[in-house]
């Protein structure tokens, strides 16, 4: 699912989207998850496994509230890898009540060369590491990082804060 240029994506409350294995969503705006605590929005694989999402230079923060992004698989074309079953490069993201994980891939999401808050999140069931931060800044708030294969948090030249987090 490739998004025209620039395109906001906006998915409301109570939506579950289901994607085919190798499926990707590929985006260079912001994507907003905008669920509630009663009606999340789940972003999940058909069958067993999705290849997950990207998103590039999205120019506005993406936010995702009481939203499930599970089974990624990773991203894998022609010759083209990401190691997080989430990217986001040169966009900023916040995560708030948002459950990642049961995956397949390095990273749970990356983020690189982005601001990013996360709080009151959940990360679990990864097969190797949660969150992987590259040159980025942000904080982690009140977030469980459990069942954890790899590392909980693995940064590189970043700057962020964690507060009120157990792994």
């Not at 499926?23 to 999940?44: D, K, M, Q, S």
């Not at 509230?65 to 698989?73: D, N, R, W």
């Not at 601001?115 to 931060?133: I, N, P």
Request: aromatic content about 10%; charged content about 15%; overall charge negative.
């Amino acid at each position: 699912l490739i998004l025209h240029d620039n395109t906001k994506l906006f998915v409301p409350w109570g939506t579950t989207l289901l994607f085919s294995g190798g499926i990707i969503l590929y985006a260079t705006g912001p994507v907003h998850l905008l669920g509630t605590e009663r009606a999340p929005v789940v972003l999940t694989a058909q069958d067993a496994n999705w290849s997950g999402m990207v998103v590039i230079n999205a120019g506005m923060r993406s936010t995702w509230q009481y939203a499930v992004v599970e089974k990624t698989a990773g991203i894998s074309r022609d010759g083209w890898q990401m190691t997080g079953g989430i990217t986001f490069y040169h966009s900023d993201i916040l995560l708030d009540h948002v459950v990642l994980g049961n995956n397949q891939t390095e990273d749970v999401i990356n983020v690189i060369h982005s601001s990013f808050e996360f709080r009151d999140s959940l990360f679990s069931q990864t097969f190797a590491d949660a969150f992987d931060g590259d040159f980025s800044d942000g904080s982690i708030t009140n977030c469980l990082f459990e069942d954890i294969t790899g590392d909980a948090i693995d940064v590189s030249g970043s700057d962020i804060t964690v507060s009120d987090t157990r792994m």
